[in-house]
Antibody, heavy 121, light 109 residues
Framework: QVQLQESGPGLVKPSQTLSLTCTVS??????????WTWIRQHPGKGLEWIGYIHYSGKTYYSTSLENRVSISLDTSKKQFSLRLTSVTAADTAVYYC?????????????WGQGTLVTVSS | QTVVTQEPSLTVSPGGTVTVTCASS?????????PNWFQQKPGQAPRALIYTTNNRHSWTPDRFSGSLLGGKAALTLSGVQPEDEAEYYC?????????FGGGTKLTVL
């Protein structure tokens, strides 16, 4: 069973950059078979897809966040990371990392436990 | 901006059957939206249930099934158990992007 674990600061000041890392337990991060994905959930609200990165380095982002978000990959550390710039209180959320298949059949199977990031001065 | 819509809430009796649906603002949901379904309980991460319309993950109980119904994706729970009380989310694929539904709170009463 694959495990994913988010890590990073739980508190970020407004206008600063939110940075999170997801560590993957197995070597699947180095295969071309998956998209490494970030998803968030505002308090008491639904899930919001942020974007993903493929082993090839190709990235895709939500149109609502694409001007502020970037996702990167470090296969040597079995990690991928999220950066969200110019944060506001509206970016306060639980952030999840997840694994998304990059070919048929299409699925998101494994998720991290999530990490709460609060944007506040 | 694509919007994916689910029933906000549903109630079912233990042992009963309930269907949660997932509609797309772009038109009918088809198999090419590769519908996925997730269950989330309070304080927990979502758990994958169904992928590519009607395929169960290895850990998904048989009482959960997926389908396409009247232009929507559907998740049906048969023989509902008390532990099925949770929030359920669909996910639709739109080419290179994905959009989650707003979630359905299922109460077992």
């Amino acid at each position: 069973q694959v495990q994913l674990q988010e890590s990073g600061p739980g508190l970020v000041k407004p206008s600063q950059t939110l940075s999170l890392t997801c560590t993957v337990s197995d070597g699947s991060i180095s295969s071309g078979g998956y998209y490494w994905t970030w998803i968030r959930q505002h308090p008491g609200k639904g899930l919001e897809w942020i974007g993903y990165i493929h082993y090839s380095g190709k990235t895709y982002y939500s149109t609502s966040l694409e001007n502020r978000v970037s996702i990167s990959l470090d296969t040597s550390k079995k990690q991928f990371s999220l950066r969200l710039t110019s944060v506001t209180a509206a970016d306060t959320a639980v952030y999840y990392c997840a694994r998304d298949s990059s070919g048929f059949p299409y699925y998101i199977d494994y998720w991290g436990q999530g990490t709460l990031v609060t944007v506040s001065s | 901006q694509t919007v994916v819509t689910q029933e906000p809430s549903l109630t079912v009796s233990p042992g009963g059957t309930v269907t949660v649906t997932c509609a797309s603002s772009t038109g009918a949901v088809t198999s090419y939206h590769y519908p996925n379904w997730f269950q989330q309980k309070p304080g927990q991460a979502p758990r994958a249930l169904i992928y590519t319309t009607n395929n169960r993950h290895s850990w998904t109980p048989d009482r959960f099934s997926g389908s396409l119904l009247g232009g929507k994706a559907a998740l049906t729970l048969s023989g509902v158990q008390p532990e099925d009380e949770a929030e359920y989310y669909c996910l639709l694929y739109y080419g290179t992007t994905r959009v989650f539904g707003g979630g359905t709170k299922l109460t077992v009463l």
